[in-house]
């Protein structure tokens, strides 16, 4: 069975770092999924924040761009996401998804960005 475990989240105040990390177990062959990090705001739908394919490119939402960014181990099977400069705006649950044939998802970490 397929997990994702996201852990990081927490709470700073604008101009600070994060950094998340996803763990994933029950997959083998890592390399070959996609991985990505998704954002919910507050009121608003989940989006795509940054995503790293089979073949190594990054695909960062506009928003986030010289911010975050975002890497992969496949050999333990981890994806970070790495986030400075950090705005009120970034605040809202982050959730890590790995994907080749179907989606999985983690459970989420909540990120607040307040002063």
């Known amino acids: 069975q397929v997990q994702l475990v996201e852990t990081g989240g927490g709470e700073v105040r604008p101009g600070g770092s994060l950094r998340l990390s996803c763990e994933a177990s029950?997959?083998?062959?890592?390399?070959?999924?996609?991985t990505g990090w998704y954002r919910r705001a507050p009121g608003k739908q989940r989006e795509l924040v940054a995503r790293?394919?089979?073949?190594?490119?990054?695909d960062d939402d506009d928003n986030v761009r010289g911010r975050f960014t975002s890497a992969r181990d496949n050999r333990k099977k981890i994806v970070y996401l790495e986030m400075n400069d950090l705005k009120p705006e970034d605040t809202g649950v982050y959730y890590c998804k790995v994907g080749r044939f179907s989606d999985y998802w983690g459970q989420g970490t909540q990120v607040t960005v307040s002063s």
């Open positions: 790293i394919t089979v073949e190594g490119y990054l």
């Open positions: 029950g997959i083998s062959s890592f390399n070959l999924y996609t």
